[in-house]
Protein backbone atom coordinates (compact mmCIF):
# COMPACT_ATOMS: atom_id res chain seq x y z
CA UNK A 1 0.00 0.00 0.00
CA UNK A 2 0.76 3.61 -0.30
CA UNK A 3 2.33 5.74 3.09
CA UNK A 4 -0.82 7.63 3.16
CA UNK A 5 -3.11 4.59 3.35
CA UNK A 6 -2.17 3.08 7.29
CA UNK A 7 -4.75 5.31 8.86
CA UNK A 8 -7.90 4.43 6.32
CA UNK A 9 -6.43 0.76 6.43
CA UNK A 10 -6.55 0.72 10.36
CA UNK A 11 -10.03 2.11 10.06
CA UNK A 12 -11.54 -1.05 7.57
CA UNK A 13 -10.19 -3.28 9.94
CA UNK A 14 -13.11 -1.88 12.36
CA UNK A 15 -15.61 -3.71 10.20
CA UNK A 16 -14.28 -7.02 10.04
CA UNK A 17 -15.83 -7.92 12.78
CA UNK A 18 -19.64 -7.55 11.07
CA UNK A 19 -18.18 -6.77 7.19
CA UNK A 20 -20.73 -5.94 4.74
CA UNK A 21 -21.57 -7.99 1.39
CA UNK A 22 -20.62 -4.98 -0.27
CA UNK A 23 -17.76 -1.76 0.35
CA UNK A 24 -17.89 0.70 -2.08
CA UNK A 25 -14.23 2.73 -1.85
CA UNK A 26 -14.96 6.09 -3.23
CA UNK A 27 -12.48 9.10 -3.80
CA UNK A 28 -10.00 11.24 -6.54
CA UNK A 29 -8.91 9.52 -8.95
CA UNK A 30 -5.13 9.02 -8.68
CA UNK A 31 -4.71 8.32 -4.53
CA UNK A 32 -4.54 4.45 -4.75
CA UNK A 33 -7.69 3.30 -4.66
CA UNK A 34 -7.79 0.24 -6.26
CA UNK A 35 -4.01 -0.74 -4.57
CA UNK A 36 -5.73 -0.37 -1.60
CA UNK A 37 -9.19 -2.98 -2.80
CA UNK A 38 -6.71 -5.27 -4.06
CA UNK A 39 -4.82 -5.66 -0.91
CA UNK A 40 -8.27 -6.01 1.37
CA UNK A 41 -8.60 -8.89 -1.43
CA UNK A 42 -5.94 -10.43 -0.83
CA UNK A 43 -6.05 -10.02 3.01
CA UNK A 44 -9.63 -11.84 3.45
CA UNK A 45 -8.83 -14.51 1.14
CA UNK A 46 -5.30 -15.02 3.23
CA UNK A 47 -4.83 -18.07 5.44
CA UNK A 48 -2.87 -16.77 8.02
CA UNK A 49 -3.13 -12.72 8.11
CA UNK A 50 -1.17 -10.48 10.29
CA UNK A 51 -2.48 -9.20 13.46
CA UNK A 52 -3.06 -6.11 11.66
CA UNK A 53 -5.02 -7.09 8.77
CA UNK A 54 -2.28 -7.77 6.29
CA UNK A 55 -1.89 -10.44 4.54
CA UNK A 56 0.71 -12.84 5.34
CA UNK A 57 1.87 -12.24 1.48
CA UNK A 58 3.60 -16.23 1.97
CA UNK A 59 1.02 -19.00 1.95
CA UNK A 60 -0.53 -20.55 -0.56
CA UNK A 61 -3.57 -18.88 -1.43
CA UNK A 62 -1.25 -15.19 -1.35
CA UNK A 63 1.12 -17.17 -3.85
CA UNK A 64 -2.12 -17.60 -6.03
CA UNK A 65 -3.14 -14.25 -5.63
CA UNK A 66 -0.18 -12.29 -6.88
CA UNK A 67 -0.57 -14.28 -9.84
CA UNK A 68 -4.49 -13.85 -10.24
CA UNK A 69 -4.96 -17.29 -10.30
CA UNK A 70 -6.80 -17.47 -6.87
CA UNK A 71 -10.17 -19.72 -7.40
CA UNK A 72 -12.23 -17.49 -5.41
CA UNK A 73 -11.37 -14.30 -6.59
CA UNK A 74 -12.28 -12.50 -9.81
CA UNK A 75 -11.70 -8.88 -11.04
CA UNK A 76 -14.34 -7.29 -13.11
CA UNK A 77 -13.37 -3.93 -15.24
CA UNK A 78 -13.27 -2.79 -18.88
CA UNK A 79 -11.64 -3.97 -21.28
CA UNK A 80 -8.98 -1.11 -21.99
CA UNK A 81 -7.16 -2.47 -18.61
CA UNK A 82 -6.69 -6.08 -19.28
CA UNK A 83 -2.80 -6.64 -20.67
CA UNK A 84 -1.34 -5.16 -17.43
CA UNK A 85 0.46 -8.25 -16.31
CA UNK A 86 2.79 -10.15 -17.61
CA UNK A 87 1.26 -13.37 -20.16
CA UNK A 88 -2.24 -11.54 -20.49
CA UNK A 89 -1.31 -10.88 -24.51
CA UNK A 90 0.04 -7.57 -23.89
CA UNK A 91 0.52 -7.38 -28.21
CA UNK A 92 -3.04 -9.04 -28.88
CA UNK A 93 -1.67 -11.89 -30.90
CA UNK A 94 -3.22 -15.72 -30.51
CA UNK A 95 -0.86 -18.05 -30.00
CA UNK A 96 -0.57 -19.05 -33.56
CA UNK A 97 0.46 -15.78 -34.60
CA UNK A 98 -2.37 -14.22 -35.79
CA UNK A 99 -4.27 -11.30 -34.85
CA UNK A 100 -6.93 -12.34 -32.21
CA UNK A 101 -10.85 -11.37 -32.73
CA UNK A 102 -10.20 -9.08 -29.67
CA UNK A 103 -7.18 -7.27 -31.26
CA UNK A 104 -9.19 -6.68 -34.51
CA UNK A 105 -11.37 -3.96 -32.44
CA UNK A 106 -10.62 -1.13 -29.73
CA UNK A 107 -11.16 -2.19 -26.40
CA UNK A 108 -14.27 -1.47 -24.73
CA UNK A 109 -13.85 1.39 -21.82
CA UNK A 110 -16.88 -0.29 -20.36
CA UNK A 111 -17.91 -3.20 -17.79
CA UNK A 112 -20.10 -5.14 -20.26
CA UNK A 113 -23.24 -7.10 -19.00
CA UNK A 114 -21.46 -10.27 -20.48
CA UNK A 115 -18.46 -9.77 -17.76
CA UNK A 116 -21.11 -9.15 -14.84
CA UNK A 117 -23.23 -12.49 -15.95
CA UNK A 118 -19.89 -14.54 -15.87
CA UNK A 119 -19.95 -14.69 -12.10
CA UNK A 120 -23.20 -16.27 -11.76
CA UNK A 121 -20.76 -19.48 -12.45
CA UNK A 122 -18.23 -18.54 -10.55
CA UNK A 123 -20.46 -17.72 -7.63
CA UNK A 124 -22.45 -20.73 -7.94
CA UNK A 125 -19.33 -22.95 -7.13
CA UNK A 126 -18.51 -23.83 -3.41
CA UNK A 127 -15.64 -21.97 -1.94
CA UNK A 128 -11.92 -23.10 -1.72
CA UNK A 129 -11.52 -24.65 1.66
CA UNK A 130 -15.03 -23.44 2.73
CA UNK A 131 -13.37 -19.89 3.11
CA UNK A 132 -14.80 -16.37 1.41
CA UNK A 133 -15.13 -15.26 -2.51
CA UNK A 134 -14.04 -12.03 -3.36
CA UNK A 135 -15.22 -10.00 -6.62
CA UNK A 136 -13.12 -6.60 -7.27
CA UNK A 137 -14.88 -4.29 -9.64
CA UNK A 138 -13.44 -1.08 -10.53
CA UNK A 139 -14.17 1.58 -11.83
CA UNK A 140 -17.44 1.23 -10.59
CA UNK A 141 -18.54 4.24 -13.24
CA UNK A 142 -17.40 2.27 -15.99
CA UNK A 143 -20.87 0.04 -15.81
CA UNK A 144 -23.10 0.77 -18.67
CA UNK A 145 -27.05 0.71 -17.91
CA UNK A 146 -27.67 -3.27 -18.70
CA UNK A 147 -24.30 -4.38 -16.54
CA UNK A 148 -25.11 -2.03 -14.15
CA UNK A 149 -28.42 -3.21 -13.67
CA UNK A 150 -27.09 -6.93 -13.63
CA UNK A 151 -24.90 -6.38 -11.10
CA UNK A 152 -27.76 -4.91 -8.70
CA UNK A 153 -29.68 -8.53 -9.00
CA UNK A 154 -26.59 -9.92 -7.62
CA UNK A 155 -26.17 -6.98 -5.01
CA UNK A 156 -29.50 -7.68 -3.83
CA UNK A 157 -29.77 -10.76 -3.15
CA UNK A 158 -25.59 -11.20 -2.04
CA UNK A 159 -24.61 -15.36 -2.59
CA UNK A 160 -23.37 -16.47 1.24
CA UNK A 161 -19.64 -15.64 1.71
CA UNK A 162 -19.22 -13.44 -1.13
CA UNK A 163 -17.96 -10.03 -0.85
CA UNK A 164 -18.01 -7.35 -3.32
CA UNK A 165 -15.04 -4.64 -3.61
CA UNK A 166 -16.28 -1.83 -6.10
CA UNK A 167 -14.13 1.44 -6.84
CA UNK A 168 -15.33 4.50 -7.93
CA UNK A 169 -13.92 8.26 -8.56
CA UNK A 170 -17.13 9.68 -8.99
CA UNK A 171 -20.14 8.51 -6.92
CA UNK A 172 -22.53 10.58 -9.47
CA UNK A 173 -21.99 8.63 -11.70
CA UNK A 174 -23.45 5.53 -10.50
CA UNK A 175 -27.21 4.51 -9.69
CA UNK A 176 -28.91 5.48 -6.11
CA UNK A 177 -29.94 1.77 -6.25
CA UNK A 178 -26.32 0.72 -6.39
CA UNK A 179 -25.45 2.93 -4.04
CA UNK A 180 -27.98 2.05 -1.70
CA UNK A 181 -26.68 -1.79 -1.43
CA UNK A 182 -22.98 -0.82 -0.66
CA UNK A 183 -21.55 0.32 2.39
CA UNK A 184 -19.37 3.42 1.21
CA UNK A 185 -15.64 3.78 2.93
CA UNK A 186 -14.11 7.37 1.44
CA UNK A 187 -10.48 7.26 0.59
CA UNK A 188 -8.85 11.21 1.80
CA UNK A 189 -6.51 12.74 -0.73
CA UNK A 190 -3.02 12.34 1.06
CA UNK A 191 -1.71 15.11 2.46
CA UNK A 192 0.22 17.57 0.51
CA UNK A 193 3.88 16.75 2.49
CA UNK A 194 2.62 12.85 2.03
CA UNK A 195 2.12 13.48 -1.69
CA UNK A 196 5.01 15.73 -2.57
CA UNK A 197 7.31 13.30 -0.56
CA UNK A 198 6.16 10.16 -2.06
CA UNK A 199 7.07 11.60 -5.34
CA UNK A 200 10.41 12.93 -4.62
CA UNK A 201 11.16 9.29 -3.59
CA UNK A 202 10.19 8.23 -7.27
CA UNK A 203 12.63 10.81 -8.20
CA UNK A 204 11.10 14.07 -9.48
CA UNK A 205 12.63 16.96 -8.64
CA UNK A 206 10.37 19.13 -5.59
CA UNK A 207 9.66 21.82 -8.06
CA UNK A 208 8.56 19.64 -10.83
CA UNK A 209 6.24 17.75 -8.07
CA UNK A 210 5.11 20.48 -6.89
CA UNK A 211 3.97 22.15 -10.24
CA UNK A 212 2.60 18.32 -10.86
CA UNK A 213 0.27 17.76 -7.51
CA UNK A 214 -0.98 21.09 -8.29
CA UNK A 215 -1.83 20.35 -11.68
CA UNK A 216 -3.73 16.85 -11.10
CA UNK A 217 -5.42 18.26 -7.38
CA UNK A 218 -2.90 16.71 -4.95
CA UNK A 219 -2.87 13.43 -6.53
CA UNK A 220 0.57 11.82 -6.63
CA UNK A 221 -0.56 8.93 -8.85
CA UNK A 222 -1.52 10.92 -11.90
CA UNK A 223 0.89 13.30 -11.07
CA UNK A 224 3.59 10.61 -11.26
CA UNK A 225 1.62 9.41 -14.24
CA UNK A 226 2.14 12.63 -16.06
CA UNK A 227 5.39 13.10 -15.55
CA UNK A 228 6.38 9.71 -17.32
CA UNK A 229 4.10 10.51 -20.11
CA UNK A 230 5.58 11.95 -23.29
CA UNK A 231 2.47 14.37 -23.70
CA UNK A 232 3.88 17.10 -21.72
CA UNK A 233 5.02 19.40 -24.24
CA UNK A 234 0.97 18.91 -25.89
CA UNK A 235 0.24 20.20 -22.06
CA UNK A 236 2.02 23.30 -22.37
CA UNK A 237 1.00 23.95 -25.81
CA UNK A 238 -2.64 23.88 -24.81
CA UNK A 239 -1.97 26.14 -21.87
CA UNK A 240 -0.33 28.53 -23.81
CA UNK A 241 -3.12 28.69 -25.68
CA UNK A 242 -5.54 29.26 -22.96
CA UNK A 243 -3.33 32.35 -21.55
CA UNK A 244 -3.87 33.99 -25.24
CA UNK A 245 -7.08 33.26 -26.37
CA UNK A 246 -8.11 34.00 -30.07
CA UNK A 247 -9.65 32.97 -33.27
CA UNK A 248 -6.97 32.20 -35.47
CA UNK A 249 -4.94 30.09 -32.48
CA UNK A 250 -8.04 28.62 -31.53
CA UNK A 251 -8.38 26.89 -35.26
CA UNK A 252 -4.20 26.33 -35.23
CA UNK A 253 -4.32 24.67 -31.78
CA UNK A 254 -7.30 21.99 -32.82
CA UNK A 255 -5.47 21.06 -35.71
CA UNK A 256 -2.35 20.48 -33.92
CA UNK A 257 -3.83 19.17 -31.02
CA UNK A 258 -6.56 16.61 -33.13
CA UNK A 259 -5.27 13.57 -32.05
CA UNK A 260 -4.69 14.22 -28.18
CA UNK A 261 -7.32 12.35 -26.28
CA UNK A 262 -10.54 14.63 -26.11
CA UNK A 263 -11.13 13.90 -22.54
CA UNK A 264 -7.95 15.10 -21.36
CA UNK A 265 -8.16 18.67 -23.43
CA UNK A 266 -11.50 19.00 -21.70
CA UNK A 267 -10.31 18.10 -18.47
CA UNK A 268 -7.10 20.12 -18.93
CA UNK A 269 -9.72 23.54 -19.77
CA UNK A 270 -12.35 22.73 -16.61
CA UNK A 271 -9.25 23.19 -14.61
CA UNK A 272 -8.06 26.03 -15.96
CA UNK A 273 -11.73 27.40 -15.63
CA UNK A 274 -12.09 26.86 -12.33
CA UNK A 275 -8.52 28.78 -11.42
CA UNK A 276 -10.12 31.76 -13.38
CA UNK A 277 -13.42 31.87 -11.54
CA UNK A 278 -11.59 31.32 -8.35
CA UNK A 279 -8.94 34.07 -8.89
CA UNK A 280 -11.76 36.26 -9.71
CA UNK A 281 -13.91 35.41 -6.86
CA UNK A 282 -11.07 34.95 -4.01
CA UNK A 283 -7.82 35.56 -5.69
CA UNK A 284 -6.82 31.89 -5.36
CA UNK A 285 -5.14 29.39 -7.66
CA UNK A 286 -5.51 25.67 -7.34
CA UNK A 287 -4.53 24.15 -10.02
CA UNK A 288 -2.06 26.60 -12.49
CA UNK A 289 -0.03 28.14 -9.72
CA UNK A 290 2.64 28.64 -12.27
CA UNK A 291 0.31 30.57 -14.63
CA UNK A 292 -0.42 33.08 -11.99
CA UNK A 293 0.13 36.26 -13.76
CA UNK A 294 -2.02 35.17 -16.98
CA UNK A 295 -4.83 33.85 -15.06
CA UNK A 296 -4.81 37.49 -12.90
CA UNK A 297 -4.70 39.42 -16.51
CA UNK A 298 -7.46 36.87 -18.03
CA UNK A 299 -9.60 36.99 -14.95
CA UNK A 300 -9.92 41.06 -14.75
CA UNK A 301 -10.95 40.75 -18.86
CA UNK A 302 -13.49 38.34 -18.37
CA UNK A 303 -17.24 38.72 -16.74
CA UNK A 304 -18.12 36.56 -13.51
CA UNK A 305 -21.45 35.54 -15.78
CA UNK A 306 -19.71 34.31 -18.98
CA UNK A 307 -16.94 32.18 -16.44
CA UNK A 308 -19.87 30.41 -14.84
CA UNK A 309 -21.63 29.30 -18.40
CA UNK A 310 -18.56 28.54 -19.48
CA UNK A 311 -17.50 26.12 -16.64
CA UNK A 312 -21.32 24.74 -16.98
CA UNK A 313 -20.13 24.51 -20.98
CA UNK A 314 -17.79 22.45 -19.78
CA UNK A 315 -19.02 20.13 -17.61
CA UNK A 316 -21.56 19.01 -20.54
CA UNK A 317 -18.72 18.16 -22.81
CA UNK A 318 -16.77 15.94 -20.86
CA UNK A 319 -19.48 14.20 -20.83
CA UNK A 320 -19.87 13.73 -24.29
CA UNK A 321 -16.14 13.66 -25.00
CA UNK A 322 -15.98 10.01 -24.87
CA UNK A 323 -17.16 9.68 -28.09
CA UNK A 324 -16.55 13.15 -30.26
CA UNK A 325 -18.15 12.71 -33.76
CA UNK A 326 -15.32 14.78 -35.25
CA UNK A 327 -12.12 15.49 -32.68
CA UNK A 328 -11.59 18.74 -34.42
CA UNK A 329 -14.18 20.01 -34.70
CA UNK A 330 -15.02 19.37 -30.70
CA UNK A 331 -12.02 21.68 -30.23
CA UNK A 332 -12.47 24.24 -32.07
CA UNK A 333 -15.88 24.22 -31.05
CA UNK A 334 -14.42 24.40 -27.86
CA UNK A 335 -11.25 26.60 -28.07
CA UNK A 336 -13.46 29.27 -30.25
CA UNK A 337 -16.29 28.85 -27.33
CA UNK A 338 -13.91 30.18 -25.00
CA UNK A 339 -11.95 32.83 -26.94
CA UNK A 340 -15.39 34.40 -27.26
CA UNK A 341 -15.70 35.31 -23.36
CA UNK A 342 -12.96 37.31 -23.87
CA UNK A 343 -13.79 39.00 -27.33
Known amino acids: MFPWQEGVWQQLQQMRA ?44 CGWFVQYNHPDY ?10 DEAGEGDD ?25 RALSGFM ?19 LNTASANALLKTLEEPPPNTVFLLCSNSLDRLLPTILSRCRKFAMPLPSPAEALSWLRQQGLKEADANALLAEQGGAPLTAYAQSQSDGRELIDEFLEH ?9 LKCAEHLQKTPVVELVAWQQRWLYDLFSFKMSGTIRYYPRYEKALA ?20 RRAIAEHPLSARLFIEEMLLDYAAMFA
Open 18 to 61: RLPHAILFHGAEGIGKTVFAEQFAQSLLCEQPQADGHACGTCGS
Open 74 to 83: RRVRPEILDG
Open 92 to 116: GEAGDGKKSAKATKAPSKEIKIDQV
Open 124 to 142: NISTHRQGQRVVLLYPAEA
Open 242 to 250: LTRPGIDGA
Open 297 to 316: ALAAKVETGALLRALKATGE
